[in-house]
């Protein structure tokens, strides 16, 4: 049960899930200088003064939500979607953007500071792009048990939950992705297995050269029970009125399949770099578009490939920056550890008729070593794109090749890469991986910045320089 509402209280700072966080009165017999707990209220921000309701109550810090605003922060803002506060998607949308992008650069400052003891020598400007109607890939869960009885739900958990909110629409997503919520209850409702429905994995992208450009939209609708014949025709149906092109996904990922249409083309498109770049919806590709390519064209400037250099472009994927490296560099070796993305990859070279100046390998770049890195020969730079869980591996490696270079071994020079582009999703990671290049590998970090890949949430997009001293 929730305590009763409380006295006013400033709020100082905000977190990254944009709760406001504020400091409560020292408790009864406090030693003198002694400040109180933090309390963290959800939907309040900086400079606000709110009364609030206690939620959590912990011995070190207190939980609590907003009940009243009584001094608004002028640089809040009305949220856009009807559903902000119950979907845990978006945690932000009641703070403008530019405030969003100034947290976001804060976090990664504090982040370098605090794990690395480091400031770049510049920062970078932040990258934006489209704020609404961004989000080319979701994943939209399912669940038929509702207060409305026989009612299901399609769309994103709610903030702190398993259960799926109860969403009509959905400003993040396109238009017309987002006006099928509603449908795809109807479609759930319809099956004779709807409690047996689990997700629907969402892509859109762009058709083949002869509709260039046109957005194609793919829904891989997870089942966990074999469909009907009359369901099978529900869904064939669903996809006609609506054009989405429907796969069908039994098991694991490996299972998906398209159902109808029978067959269809997916891509994006790098135009910066003449490039088209097929996928399938089950493949990793970045949600935004458009920002991608903003992205990608920031990293290949900055690590700047000359006509004469051999790049490795590690953690790949489907060559997202590997083919426009290939544009520009002598040659490029793109390593993945995902066997079906190195596939995807090998296929986009040829598509694009790089595949003379490209090569790909597969490999575990979560357990690299020193040898592993000489293995892949000499090379001038390297392009860094992990996932959450960072590279520390790959930097440990480079660590050891500069001891050994320390030791007199300077073989292993020709190894060690005169700059690196590091583009990062979590800046902790980034900011533990650049104390292991800065401490022990000889490097330093020049430049660092964010892109604001995913506008109106917590998710932090980076992207940093280091130079061989």
């Known amino acids: 049960m929730s305590e009763p509402v409380c006295e006013p209280i400033w709020v100082e700072s905000v977190d990254l899930d944009a709760q406001g966080i504020a400091r409560l009165p020292p408790a009864i017999g406090a030693l003198p200088g002694e400040s109180g707990k933090v309390l963290f209220i959800r939907g309040a921000l900086p400079t606000e003064l709110v009364r609030y309701e206690i939620t959590r109550d912990k011995a070190r810090f207190a939980k609590a939500k907003v ?3 009584l001094k608004p922060a002028v640089f ?56 609404w109607a961004y989000r080319q890939r979701a994943r939209l869960s399912v669940v038929n048990r509702s207060i409305k009885k026989g009612t299901a739900l399609v769309g994103f958990h709610e903030f702190n939950s398993g259960y799926v909110a109860d969403m009509l629409a959905c400003e993040i997503l396109p238009e017309s992705v987002s006006a099928l919520l509603v449908p795809l209850r109807e479609l759930v409702n319809a099956l004779s297995i709807p409690d047996d429905i689990a997700q629907f994995e969402l892509a859109v992208g762009e058709g083949n050269a002869t509709n260039a450009f046109q957005a194609v939209t793919v829904l891989v609708m997870r089942h966990m029970a074999p469909f009907t014949a009359s369901d099978l025709d529900l869904i064939r149906k669903f996809a006609e009125a609506h054009a989405v092109w429907m796969w069908l996904q039994p098991g694991g990922i490996d299972t998906a399949k398209p159902f109808h249409p029978a067959e269809g083309t997916l891509c994006y498109r790098l135009p910066e770099f003449a490039l088209e770049m097929p996928f399938l919806p089950t493949d990793f590709t970045q949600v935004n578009h458009a920002m991608n390519r903003a992205l990608v064209g920031q990293a290949i400037r900055l690590l700047a490939p000359q006509a004469n250099e051999r790049i490795l472009d590690l953690f790949c994927g489907i060559g997202n920056f590997t083919l426009p490296l290939a544009r520009l560099a002598k040659s490029v070796l793109g390593i993945e550890g995902n066997n079906a993305l190195t596939l995807r990859a090998h296929s986009n070279a040829k598509h694009n008729g790089l595949s003379d100046l490209v090569q790909f390998q597969l490999a575990n770049l979560f357990t690299t070593d020193a040898a592993m890195v000489r293995s892949w020969g000499p090379t001038d730079r390297w392009l860094i794109d992990p996932p959450r869980e960072g590279a ?55 430049k660092a910045g964010i892109v604001n890949m995913f506008p109106h949430t917590s998710h932090i997009e980076s992207m940093a320089v280091f130079e061989k001293k």
């Open 392 to 446: 520390m591996a790959l930097c440990q490696a480079l660590a050891e090749l500069y001891k050994n270079l320390l030791a007199g071994d300077t073989a292993n020079n020709a190894f060690l890469p005169q700059r690196i582009v590091y583009v990062s999703c979590n800046p902790k990671t980034l900011a533990r991986d650049t104390a292991i290049l800065l401490g022990h590998a000889g490097y330093e970090l020049t």
């Open 76 to 131: 809040r803002t009305q949220a856009r979607c009807a559903a902000f506060g119950i979907c845990g998607g978006c945690s932000m949308q009641h703070l403008d953007v530019a405030a969003q992008i100034a947290i976001k650069q804060r976090v990664l400052e504090d982040d370098l500071w605090h794990l690395s003891r480091t400031k770049p020598a510049e920062m970078l400007r932040p990258l934006g792009g489209p704020n």
């Open 67 to 69: 009940i009243q605003i």
